[in-house]
C-alpha cells in the first residue's frame, strides 16, 4: 500500500466516514477525524495549539489537503501554521476567517448558545435544531437515504466532543487567514455550491484576493456537496 499523499477533513458534526467513497478509489487519500469527532479525543488549548498537534501527527507523505467547512477552515490553519509544507489545497465551502472584531464576538456568542445546548439538552436537541439552519435547506434535495445516514452519524456523536470542537475550532477562534490565502507559494483551488450565496460570495473575495485560484462553482449545489451533488464534486477532486 502507497503512503498517503492527500489529507481529507470533514465538516462539522461529520466523521471520516463522510470520505468513505472517496477514499474507496483513491488509494493515496487519508481521511480522519478531526478533534471531538467520532473516535478522536476533544481538542486541548487554542485553535493554534490545536493545529500544531495535528501537524505533529500527520504522516510525513502528506502534501495535499482536501477540506470541506470546518475541515477547509482546519485545512487553512495548517496552510497558516506551515506553509512550505503543502504544495496543493482543495477547499470547500470554507470561510477564510473573521476579521471584523465585532463579527467574531457575534459568532463567539451564537457558538455559545450551541454549546449550551449540547450539554444541556444532548445530541437529539442539537442535531434537530442544527438541521434546521437555513444553510442546509438545499439538502432537501439529496437522496433520503444520504440524509439518513447523515443524521445517524450526527447522532452517533459525542455532545461534549462536539462542544470542544466548538469552543476551540470554532469560526470565532480561527485566526484570519487571508494573508495566507494571498500569499501561499502552492496551487490553491476553491469549490462551492452555486446555491450557497454566503460562500460563494466569500469565495469571489479570495478569487480577487488570489488571481490564480481555480474556482470552482457547481450548479444545483448548496453548502455541502459532498452529499448534494457527490459526482459533481468527486470528479473535481480527481487527481490531475
Not at 73 to 85: D, F, I, K, M, N
Not at 118 to 134: H, K, N, S
Not at 185 to 195: E, F, H, K, N, S
Not at 206 to 211: D, G, I, S
Amino acid at each position: 500500500m502507497s503512503a498517503p499523499r492527500r489529507l481529507l477533513l470533514h465538516g462539522f458534526t461529520g466523521t471520516a466516514a463522510d470520505w468513505a467513497t472517496r477514499c474507496a478509489h483513491d488509494p493515496a487519500a487519508l481521511a480522519i477525524d478531526l478533534p471531538g469527532h467520532g473516535a478522536a479525543p476533544p481538542p486541548r488549548g487554542d485553535f493554534a495549539s490545536t493545529i500544531a498537534a495535528l501537524l505533529a501527527q500527520l504522516p510525513p507523505s502528506i502534501d495535499e489537503l482536501i477540506g470541506y467547512s470546518l475541515g477547509g477552515r482546519v485545512a487553512l490553519g495548517l496552510l497558516q501554521a506551515a506553509p512550505e509544507r503543502f504544495r496543493r489545497a482543495t477547499l470547500i465551502s470554507a470561510h477564510p476567517g473573521l476579521t471584523d472584531p465585532a463579527a467574531r464576538a457575534r459568532r463567539r456568542a451564537a457558538d455559545r448558545r450551541w454549546i449550551e445546548l449540547l450539554r444541556e439538552q444532548g445530541i437529539g436537541a442539537f442535531v434537530d435544531a442544527w438541521e434546521r439552519l437555513p444553510l442546509f435547506a438545499t439538502q432537501v434535495r439529496a437522496a433520503p437515504a444520504v440524509l439518513t445516514r447523515q443524521r445517524d452519524r450526527r447522532l452517533a456523536q459525542d455532545p461534549e466532543g462536539l462542544a470542544a470542537a466548538l469552543a476551540v475550532l470554532g469560526l470565532g477562534e480561527m485566526p484570519p487567514t487571508w494573508t495566507t490565502l494571498a500569499r501561499h507559494p502552492g496551487r490553491l483551488r476553491w469549490i462551492v455550491g452555486a446555491d450557497d450565496a454566503k460562500f460563494l460570495g466569500l469565495a469571489r473575495r479570495v478569487a480577487m484576493l488570489r488571481p490564480r485560484l481555480q474556482l470552482h462553482v457547481i450548479p444545483g449545489a448548496g453548502h455541502n456537496p459532498l452529499i448534494e451533488t457527490p459526482a459533481r464534486l468527486d470528479a473535481l477532486l480527481d487527481p490531475r
